[in-house]
């Protein structure tokens, strides 16, 4: 009998379980997905295409009626929920500091820090831009370097549902996650470095400073704040 009191009271955390409320944040991620591809289905395949194509690409830069602007604001917030969930998974799977916050107060963390760090390289970019009177290149930029993030978000949710809900594959989706993801950053930076040279006429110089403090910098501190929860994965 005492034996089985001390079975009732001892709690088994199953090691695929997922918080309820993780859950409903990925099906409400999962409906904004849906909702984009229903009513913007062109303008999607429009960007996936355009990372492949520059004739997609010019065609995509001449093409932004009131309702490709609307599915550009949709499938931006898609990105952004999207890197939200990356970095929760990244920092709830071993960074200390963390494991005492509840479930909400880590997906609130992880979404402030996305927000955070994309609107402060935009407003540096902006900045800039007014600085040495290059706005419409800082706008030409802008729209060309929005388009891989828009399609990172589209490639990444599946291999965050894989991380997330299947277990037996979790490796196998974290690993191809830091693929994609690796050849979405070099692309991106060589997309920004060629397009401060060829519609600018930056120096090489000063285009690749520029490079490297508003992209390879930022991303080299958030790898080593999250380097020690994915070598633990």
Request: include cysteine; charged fraction near 15%.
């Amino acid at each position: 009998m005492n034996q089985f009191d001390r079975l009732n009271n001892t709690y088994l955390v199953r090691e695929d379980f997922i918080s309820p409320l993780l859950g409903i944040i990925y099906l409400l991620v999962f409906f904004v997905l849906v909702f984009i591809t229903y009513n913007f289905r062109s303008y999607t395949k429009t960007i996936l295409f355009s990372n492949f194509s520059v004739r997609n690409l010019q065609h995509k830069d001449g093409s932004e009626s009131n309702k490709n602007r609307k599915a550009g604001f949709w499938l931006t917030i898609f990105f952004l929920l999207v890197m939200s969930l990356l970095i929760h998974n990244l920092i709830s799977s071993g960074v200390l500091f963390f494991n005492a916050m509840t479930q909400i107060e880590m997906l609130l963390i992880s979404f402030g820090m996305v927000i955070l760090f994309f609107a402060f390289k935009y407003l540096c970019k902006i900045l800039l831009g007014k600085i040495f009177k290059k706005e419409s290149l800082t706008i030409l930029s802008l729209n060309r370097l929005a388009v891989k993030d828009k399609a990172l978000g589209l490639l990444l949710f599946p291999l965050l549902l894989l991380y997330t809900f299947c277990l037996p594959l979790k490796e196998t989706s974290i690993m191809l996650i830091f693929l994609f993801s690796s050849l979405y950053l070099v692309l991106k930076w060589i997309n920004g470095f060629l397009i401060g040279i060829k519609h600018g006429n930056i120096p090489c110089f000063y285009s690749f400073l520029y490079i490297c403090i508003l992209e390879i910098i930022p991303f080299a501190l958030i790898l080593r704040l999250v380097s020690k929860s994915t070598l633990s994965i």
